[in-house]
T-cell receptor, first 116, second 112 residues
Framework: GAVVSQHPSWVICKSGTSVKIECRSL??????MFWYRQFPKQSLMLMAT?????????EQGVEKDKFLINHASLTLSTLTVTSAHPEDSSFYIC????????????FGPGTRLLVL | GNSVTQMEGPVTLSEEAFLTINCTYT??????LFWYVQYPGEGLQLLLK?????DKGSNKGFEATYRKETTSFHLEKGSVQVSDSAVYFC???????????FGTGTLLAVQP
């Protein structure tokens, strides 16, 4: 149980285009989901907290107009990287607060984005 | 603020060797502590957790004990296997938001 999926698993796009990444909780409802960014050989950096039915809360230094987050249902959150540039290339990971307790998060497999 | 410090890698061991990956934390209050594992090409998986002092989390032969007096949560395994090769992240969660704060990760490479 407590499975989180992400789609797509990888994407290559041209500079200036927008890319949408989906995060789904498959067997539980998640009122709160999180979006992280992971650079090679580094730790995960929290980008934003996504709450179902309300606006996302962004961490300091993360551009909310650049990284649009929508959490329209209890099982789906989306991250849209708008007008992507090569420096946005990264590994994006979502997680969902799940049935293991308020502090337990279950992670998706990640989406690798390459912007050319 | 809250933070997690874990030993830098890579850690290279032979199969069946004993493993310790050190993790210490700084936090106000009483955080929950976690170890996550990231296998090559995959997302993070929760390995074990402990929610209060002196609790021991265990899973798949790995153990970690929540030591409040030393603010530590070291990961141990008595006999590692090649399949344990992965990046291990120590993390804590606490405060009003329960955000996860991660250490920088430790790469473990187990050789046959």
């Amino acid at each position: 149980g407590a499975v989180v999926s992400q789609h797509p698993s990888w994407v290559i796009c041209k500079s200036g285009t927008s890319v949408k990444i989906e995060c789904r909780s498959l067997d539980f409802q998640a009122t709160t989901m999180f979006w992280y960014r992971q650079f090679p050989k580094q730790s995960l950096m929290l980008m934003a907290t996504s709450n179902e039915g309300s606006k996302a809360t962004y961490e300091q230094g993360v551009e909310k107009d650049k990284f649009l987050i929508n959490h329209a249902s209890l099982t789906l959150s989306t991250l849209t990287v708008t007008s992507a540039h090569p420096e946005d290339s990264s590994f994006y990971i979502c997680s969902a607060r799940g049935p293991g307790g308020q502090e337990t998060q279950y992670f998706g497999p990640g989406t690798r984005l390459l912007v050319l | 603020g809250n933070s997690v410090t874990q030993m830098e890698g890579p850690v290279t061991l032979s199969e069946e060797a004993f493993l310790t990956i050190n993790c210490t934390y700084t936090a106000t209050g009483y955080p929950s502590l976690f170890w996550y594992v990231q296998y090559p090409g995959e997302g993070l998986q929760l390995l074990l957790k402990a929610t209060k002092a002196d609790d021991k989390g265990s899973n798949k032969g790995f153990e970690a004990t929540y030591r409040k007096e030393t603010t530590s949560f070291h990961l141990e395994k008595g006999s590692v296997q090649v399949s344990d090769s992965a990046v291990y992240f120590c993390a804590l969660s606490g405060g009003a938001t329960n955000k996860l704060i991660f250490g920088t990760g430790t790469l473990l490479a187990v050789q046959p």
